[in-house]
């Protein structure tokens, strides 16, 4: 079993419509949760980060963290063309020998039409 | 800009063939990562320096080294490319190895291999 879990996709909404991604983790020592978005030919880049469960809200992003369920969430509301990407969700856990180390899930294709 | 460069971009090699890899930064960061990501697959971490502190990741491949000759620059070697290490080879660097947004990764923009 992957310790994230992503489902790749792909994913195409009409612009403005409310885009919801998800994750799962199996590992509960994680503490630490992200989202990377990756363009074409690009780097990913930090797009979202959440320490423990809760909600954190930045403009049209809102990432949400169940750590009960061991869930991650992205939320990006009124989508744009521009948010045509691939969504990586990523996990860390700061102590043990996993020091350094994100474990990213395999990321999910977004296309966004006019 | 400071930023994270790779080069090359695309890079086609024999099976077989040693082939390196180059990653720099303007950054002046402490730390570089090399990633692999394959295909609609997640990156996947192969080692990292922290200063001139080299950790290798327990399930990388022995055909896999780098090397960091100083902060600004680190190589990824690959002795005996086999068809399998064909992907997407991401550098990447951060302050510390933390994830708080401060010591965010900040990625280039990979260099594609291609085994033939």
């Not at chain 1, 885009?19 to 990913?44: D, E, H, I």
């Not at chain 1, 930090?46 to 809200?57: A, D, I």
């Not at chain 1, 521009?82 to 395999?106: H, I, P, R």
Request: proline share 7%; glycine share 6%; net charge neutral.
């Amino acid at each position: 079993q992957k310790e994230v879990e992503q489902d790749p996709g792909p994913l195409s909404v009409p612009e403005g419509a409310i885009v919801s991604l998800n994750c799962t983790y199996s590992n509960s020592a994680f503490q630490y949760f992200m989202w990377y978005r990756q363009y074409s030919r690009k780097g990913p880049e930090l797009l979202m980060y959440t320490y423990s469960s809760g909600n954190k809200e930045d403009g049209r992003f809102t990432a949400q963290v169940d750590k009960s369920s061991k869930y991650i969430s992205l939320f990006i509301r009124d989508s744009q063309p521009s948010d045509s990407a691939t969504y990586l969700c990523a996990c860390y856990n700061a102590g043990g020998t996993s020091y350094g180390k994100l474990t990213f899930g395999q990321g999910t294709i977004l296309t966004v039409h006019p | 800009d400071a930023m994270v460069i790779q080069n090359p971009r695309y890079q086609v090699t024999q099976f077989g063939k040693p082939v390196t890899l180059s990653c720099s930064q303007t950054l002046n960061h402490n730390v570089m990562y090399w990633y692999q990501q394959k295909s609609s697959q997640a990156p996947k971490l192969l080692f990292h320096y922290y200063d001139k502190d080299f950790n290798n990741e327990a399930d990388t491949p022995d055909n896999f080294q780098s090397r960091r000759p100083n902060t600004s620059f680190c190589f990824l070697d690959i002795r005996s490319p086999g068809l399998g290490d064909a992907a997407m080879y991401l550098c990447a660097t951060s302050r510390a190895p933390s994830p708080r947004p401060q010591e965010t990764q900040y990625f280039g923009p990979g260099t594609r291999l291609l085994v033939l």
